[in-house]
């Protein structure tokens, strides 16, 4: 395959990737979401208190993006030399390239896109180490957020509180235990051909593993703490005793629900509004809140991630 045919092949998959997204986010803001109603339904009016929960908000994706890039470093420490950029480049790609595609496949891809030396295929199997640790991560809270809603909202005798303490207490230990030992994949796994991929997981200590996990979980503080401030935003006042469970709660049953486009954006307002329904008869705030954290957090990212798509060269992409 010549050079020119390559880059002839590139540009038409960028440009296609590229018309694909932007319609997709526009279809989301302007028909599924439904912004423009929403807001006009919504009795809104701008404070300088809630000038300062929007900046907040805003300059929060800094360390959200920042904390997800340096996960995908040290993800690929044992495998190549990545920097800064580069990093940037391939989270804001993959976020890019995720939400075109059924649960968010497409994000491993995208990463593995930007790697100079590694295979890109093991790049890709490798990239889900990070992503299984943000999954832990978020049924950890998630099921402690259920756990706490589940007191709130119904009286529970001694018994059933502690057999339930004690019940999330074995599954949580268990999924980390798991976790830490993601290396047991590669004996269960025999296939010839896939185990040279499968091999990537077996470079990671338990050391790293745990600092992976933790990331996971001040990323996933972020995201709580930018879904708080935009309740507020949207006069939406939860207390956060009640709103934080919520707010875990639904990002657990987000995270297991097929990503199909037409499920997606039913799910995403519909589970929102029935935690949080719980304690605020706001209902646009509401949605206008978890369509803005799907705004601020994907689509501004997928954005940057468009650009540096266009920007990569046919030998790269290789």
């Known amino acids: 395959m010549t050079e020119t045919y390559q880059r002839k092949v590139l540009n038409i998959a960028k440009l296609t990737l590229v018309l694909g997204t932007l319609c997709f986010i526009v279809y989301k803001l302007f028909f599924a979401y439904n912004i423009q109603d929403l807001a006009s339904g919504n009795n809104f009016t701008f404070t300088n208190s809630k000038i300062i929960l929007l900046t907040a908000t805003v300059l929060l994706i800094v360390p959200n993006i920042a904390i997800d890039s340096l996960k995908w470093k040290l993800v690929m ?8 950029l580069q990093s940037l480049q391939a989270v804001s790609a993959g976020i890019a390239l995720g939400i075109i595609t059924p649960n968010r496949i497409g994000d ?6 930007f790697l100079k030396t590694y295979d890109k295929i093991k790049g890709a199997i490798a990239s889900f180490i990070g992503s299984i640790a943000q999954t832990l991560a978020i049924v950890c809270c998630g099921s402690v957020g259920l756990w ?3 007191l709130q909202q ?3 005798n001694n018994v059933q509180f502690y057999c339930g303490l004690v019940a999330i207490g074995i599954l949580l230990s268990l999924v980390y235990y798991l976790y830490i030992n993601i290396h047991w994949l590669n004996r269960i796994i025999s296939w010839r051909k896939i185990t040279p991929y499968v091999d990537a997981f077996t470079h990671y200590s338990q050391k790293e593993l745990t600092t992976l996990f933790i990331l996971s979980l001040i990323r996933f ?4 703490i930018q879904y708080f401030l935009l309740l507020h935003f949207f006069d939406v006042p939860i207390a956060m005793q009640y709103a934080f469970p919520s707010l875990a709660a ?16 039913g799910v995403r307002g519909a589970t929102a509004l029935f935690f949080l329904g719980l304690f605020s008869t706001n209902t646009s705030g509401i949605l206008l809140a978890a369509y803005s954290l799907w705004i601020l957090n994907i689509m501004f990212p997928a954005l940057l991630g468009l650009y540096f798509i266009l920007k990569l060269k046919a030998r790269s992409a290789a």
């Open 154 to 156: 119904q009286y529970i």
């Open 108 to 113: 491993f891809a995208g990463k593995a896109l």
């Open 250 to 265: 639904i990002f657990v049953v987000q995270a297991f629900v097929p990503s199909i486009i037409l499920i997606e954006m």
């Open 148 to 150: 706490i809603l589940t």
């Open 77 to 84: 420490i044992q495998h190549e030399k990545v920097s800064w």
């Open 221 to 224: 503080g972020i995201f709580n």
